[in-house]
């Protein structure tokens, strides 16, 4: 019985998959921030170049991998995909578990592949800096890569708590020649905003996203690059869930179940668009899709699914998602990743149609499905992955439980490597459970801007 399914370099997907163009309906368009009517192309072509927003509303089914970035991704791809038979084997169930492993791309998440083709169009529309934000850093660190094989400048902001928590984050963005700064900053007007009112704020990834767009915004040799949430960023993270398919064709299986972790929703999108698809046109119709998110950021599970900013200052456009409201600020006690306030469109709307579905963990449950999945595979997952390792965990005791030999197939997004602290605060009793307040939600929901 194979471990690793491994494919060769030839089979690397050549094109993405778009499932806009398997959705029943088309989605609900962006809005302009300020005139609340539908988005035109020259609204973004201040910070994107043209390519990506023509992808961001494209619904062609496949789009290609331009050939420069298929040599860039070769570098780790095609990923591999594991059975875990030892995990299989400590919970005595007769299901079978497979992860996809992204942890091995240069920066450690499955972030590289969106940072290489953003960095890449950006590069041939002759622009010379990117801005981004950062969260926990890997999206940082994966654009930092992406801009130096190109040789564009990279200018993160990252969100200070983080910034204090993972100081090697920030050195690896310097190796590969970016500049990272805490935010909230005094570079902007947003960031010098949110500083007068809470000089203390640990800051948010709402912020760190007022930051950059601002600073591309305001320099026209600099354009914004997103890490998460757009549909051109969903669109880049296909190659992950093209690739499982062949891979379990390649042992005669298909999943029952698909499970990816949600941020802003890439990396669940990356692995599930290609099955959601199958299960929109009918090919497979009884696979459960299912994002995973923290109790304290519990955007799907208890957000409301209308128009919001994603971000602080109302600075992007206004995007049809689940969302906890764009002025959410997450506790500064969790430490486990996706910490979001919105999720992506396309996520949103698949939850909303019940295509997908999504549950909410508490942190301390996610780190011990962490040492679980350390003592029996060995890696050391990022936080923000142990919570998908806690749903296939328990999808896998449900399946003891009913005698079911269901194919449990999950995302396991990247190495936790930098993320020692918050396993220590895990081991030294720090992390409290917390669950976001309803009453919060409530008010936060209730400064939304109301769409005529
Ligand atoms: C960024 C990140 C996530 C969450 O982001 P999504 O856009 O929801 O995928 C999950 N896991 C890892 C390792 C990450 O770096």
């Not at 060769?8 to 993405?16: G, H, N, S, T």
């Not at 089914?61 to 860039?72: G, H, K, L, N, S």
Request: glycine share 8%; with cysteine.
């Amino acid at each position: 019985m194979k471990t690793k399914i491994l494919l060769d370099e030839e089979q690397m997907p050549k094109k993405w998959y778009n499932v806009q163009a398997d959705l029943p309906s088309p989605l609900d368009p962006p809005l302009h921030p300020q005139t609340q009517k539908p988005i035109v192309p020259s609204d973004l072509s201040a910070i994107f170049p043209m390519e990506l927003i023509r992808q961001e509303v494209s619904t062609d089914r496949y789009i290609d991998i331009p050939e420069e970035v298929q040599d860039v991704l070769h570098l780790w791809r095609p990923s591999p995909l594991y059975r875990a038979h030892r995990l299989e084997k400590f919970l005595k169930t007769p299901a079978k578990i497979y992860y996809k492993w992204e942890g091995v791309s240069p920066a450690g998440s499955h972030k590289t592949n969106t940072s290489i083709p953003q960095a890449y169009y950006n590069m041939k529309a002759g622009i010379e800096r990117i801005a981004t934000e950062t969260g926990a850093g890997q999206w940082g660190s994966a654009l930092a890569f992406a801009t130096t094989l190109y040789d564009l400048e990279c200018t993160i902001y990252m969100v200070r708590s983080s910034y204090a928590q993972k100081p090697y984050r920030k050195s690896m963005m310097n190796v590969w020649g970016a500049e990272c700064i805490p935010s909230p900053s005094t570079r902007t007007n947003s960031g010098k905003a949110v500083l007068e009112k809470d000089p203390d704020t640990p800051g948010a990834l709402g912020i760190a996203i007022s930051e950059a767009v601002e600073d591309a915004a305001t320099h026209p040799n600099t354009n914004y690059a997103l890490g998460s949430v757009l549909n051109h960023v969903c669109l880049h993270q296909t190659v992950i869930g093209q690739e499982c398919r062949e891979q379990l064709a390649m042992v005669d299986d298909y999943p029952d179940v698909v499970i990816g972790c949600v941020g802003g929703g890439s990396n669940f999108a990356g692995i599930s668009f290609p099955f959601a698809g199958d299960k929109m046109t009918g090919k497979h119709k009884d696979i459960d899709i299912i994002g995973v998110e923290p109790a304290s950021c519990p955007t799907l599970t208890k957000g409301a699914y209308t128009y919001d900013f994603g971000d602080v200052a109302g600075l992007t456009p206004l995007l049809k998602m689940f969302t906890l409201g764009h002025d959410f600020v997450p506790p500064s006690i969790h430490a486990g990743g996706l910490r979001y306030h919105g999720d992506s469109a396309i996520v949103s709307r698949l939850v909303n149609d019940g295509v997908a579905r999504a549950i909410s963990y508490h942190q301390s449950e996610v780190f011990e499905a962490a040492q679980s999945f350390a003592r029996t595979e060995g890696i050391i997952v990022a936080p923000e992955a142990a919570h998908a390792v806690k749903a296939a965990i328990d999808e896998a005791l449900k399946c003891r439980k009913n005698g079911e030999g269901k194919t449990i197939l999950f995302n396991c997004t990247g190495h936790g490597n930098f993320d020692m602290s918050a396993f220590d605060a895990y081991y030294s009793g720090k992390l409290v459970d917390y669950e976001y307040p309803d009453e919060l939600i409530r008010e936060a929901i209730g400064r939304i801007p109301k769409i005529q």
